[in-house]
Nanobody, 127 residues
Framework: QVQLAQSGGGLVQAGGSLRLSCAAS????????MGWFRQAPGKEREFVAAISWGGSTTGYADSVKGRFTVSRDNAKNTVYLQMNSLKPEDTAVYSCAAGSSSYSYTISYSTRSYAYWGQGTQVTVSS
């Protein structure tokens, strides 16, 4: 069982920045690929970014490409989502998720590939 504890988030003006963190309870963190998803009111959960457990592969939704950066520190069992140039349409509840793979380069864009989820954190961007 893997527990994911999120921190960060909050209220920021458009154009501002926030960093989300997600700390995993497992010592095997370095064998999990990690993803970030978000869900806005009245909308389905959508993929934001992902990183392989080796860190060599990352993926981003088109809507955040060039503005968001996903990274990880396996020594700290933590994955990060740095969000810059935030827009009001980025307002949502953001959740991190962990999935296992035998390959260091694997990532996934699908919620169904992730077995463990963080509690979610609210990000609100005001115009």
């Amino acid at each position: 069982q893997v527990q994911l504890a999120q921190s960060g988030g909050g209220l920021v003006q458009a154009g501002g920045s926030l960093r989300l963190s997600c700390a995993a309870s497992t010592r095997a963190f370095s064998t999990y690929y990690m993803g970030w998803f978000r869900q806005a009111p009245g909308k389905e959960r959508e993929f934001v970014a992902a990183i392989s457990w080796g860190g060599s592969t990352t993926g981003y939704a088109d809507s955040v490409k060039g503005r968001f950066t996903v990274s990880r520190d396996n020594a700290k069992n933590t994955v990060y989502l740095q969000m810059n140039s935030l827009k009001p349409e980025d307002t949502a509840v953001y959740s991190c998720a962990a999935g296992s793979s035998s390959y260091s380069y694997t990532i996934s864009y699908s919620t169904r590939s992730y077995a463990y989820w963080g509690q979610g954190t609210q990000v609100t961007v005001s115009s």
